[in-house]
Every structure is written in C-alpha cells, then in structure tokens.
C-alpha cells in the first residue's frame, strides 16, 4: 500500500493567480497520476509524471495549463496557472501498487 | 478508448434496505474490475476488485460485487446498507496490462438512519 500526502486541503484562489498542489508518498514510486474531479462528473486524468522526465499529458491538458514537477520518486507538484472559475475543482494525486490505485486526499480548489 | 457507466448519481436508502449500483463499460480485451468508495472528508479508498476468477467478488465491509463478462458489467450489491455507508462509490476499469484506470463518474449513496 502507499500513503500519500497532499497539501493543501483546500484554496480559495483569485482568478488569474496560480496555485501548486504537493502530492508526498511513502515509498518510492515510477509514476504519479494527477486527476481532477469536478462536481458530478467522474475522476479526469490530467497527466502522467515520471521522475526524470516531462509528464505526458492527456488530451484536453497542456503543460503551460498544469506544468508539474517530479524532481524525485516519492514527490510531484501540480501547479494550476492563470486560474479561471472554471478550474474549480478537486485535484487529486494518484500512485499505483499491485494494480490498485492509492490517492491523495485531494485539494479542493474554488476560484473567484 | 473504454469508457465507465454508472447509472445511478445520487442513491438514498433507508438503514437495511438493499443496495445495488449498476456500472458497465466499453472494452472487449481482459479488464480489471474495481470499485472504490470515498468516506466523506477522506480519501478515495479500494472497496474491491476483479483480476479472474471467481466473478462474484467480496470486498470490505459486507460489499460484493459480480462480474457478468457478456453483459460488460460489475454491479456493486449489499444486503443491508448502514448509515455509515453513506458515501460517494465509484467504479473503475483497467484494461490488462494498462496502468490508468477509467473512472465512472461515481455514486452519491446517503443511507438515513
């Protein structure tokens, strides 16, 4: 199992403003997934993130959007830039062990 | 690319009544089959899976769940649901051998005491 640590909880964040999200596990790990869940829809992956190299992204999702870190195996950031009301929403981390996917607690994001 | 249904969004029972959510999906390869529910205020946890097998699967807390290959579906079933099952339940599906998951836009189950 991974236990993964995500900061922060929750933002409240001015339009046009960017916000990074902190995703820590407890073990090291290959890939790290970033979701986004919006209200009444199902969990969005965002992007793939291994260390060493650029995140592969979905369609729909662009680096200057959601550029992200992985500067090593057991941490990865998700910066949320020139923020809309449009990006409100719950951000979420992701790992895989044993075909089972660990997650975050998630970052619950409003922009006004 | 597969894709995830569940059909019911919000579900509300009364403490003892049955539960049963419906999830299919589209993908005709091997899949890996899992149901994860969200308590509120915490995280996404693994509720039960499917790799092979015995298609009538049992998860955490009196939950099961059966796979039915040639109807593509995995609904999720409880005899007698408590107010502490109130939550939000979302069904996944993995392609074998793929290591993403697709999510279905999940559940909102309230149990009333």
């Known amino acids: 199992s991974a236990v993964i640590s995500q900061k922060p909880s929750r933002d409240i964040c001015q339009r046009g403003t960017s916000l990074t999200i902190q995703c820590q596990v407890d073990?090291?790990?290959?890939?790290m997934f970033w979701y986004r869940q919006q209200p009444g829809q199902s969990l969005t992956l965002i992007a793939t993130?291994?260390?060493?190299?650029?995140?592969?992204?979905e369609s729909g999702f662009v680096i200057d959007k959601f550029p992200i870190s992985r500067p090593n195996l057991t941490f990865s950031t998700l910066t949320v830039s020139n923020m809309s009301p449009e990006d409100s929403s719950i951000y979420l981390c992701?790992?895989?062990?044993?075909?089972?996917?660990?997650f975050g607690q998630g970052t619950r994001l409003t922009v006004v | 690319a597969q894709s995830v249904s569940q059909h019911n969004h919000h579900v509300i029972l009364s403490e003892a009544a049955s539960l049963e959510l419906g999830c299919n999906y589209s993908?005709?390869?091997?899949?890996?089959l899992f149901w994860y529910v969200q308590y509120p205020g915490q995280h996404l946890q693994l509720l039960l899976k499917?790799?092979?097998?015995?298609?009538l699967v049992k998860g955490i807390k009196g939950f099961e769940a059966e796979f039915i290959k040639s109807k593509f579906s995995f609904n999720l079933r409880k005899p007698s649901v408590q107010w502490s099952d109130t939550a939000e339940y979302f069904c996944?599906?993995?392609?074998?051998?793929?290591?993403?998951?697709?999510f279905g836009r999940g559940t909102s189950l309230i149990v009333h005491p």
């Open positions: 073990s090291q790990v290959t890939m």
């Open positions: 993908y005709g390869g091997t899949v890996n």
């Open positions: 992701s790992v895989t062990g044993g075909s089972e996917a660990f």
């Open positions: 499917y790799f092979s097998g015995d298609p």
């Open positions: 996944a599906v993995k392609p074998g051998g793929s290591y993403i998951p697709t």
């Open positions: 993130a291994n260390q060493g190299s650029e995140a592969t992204y």
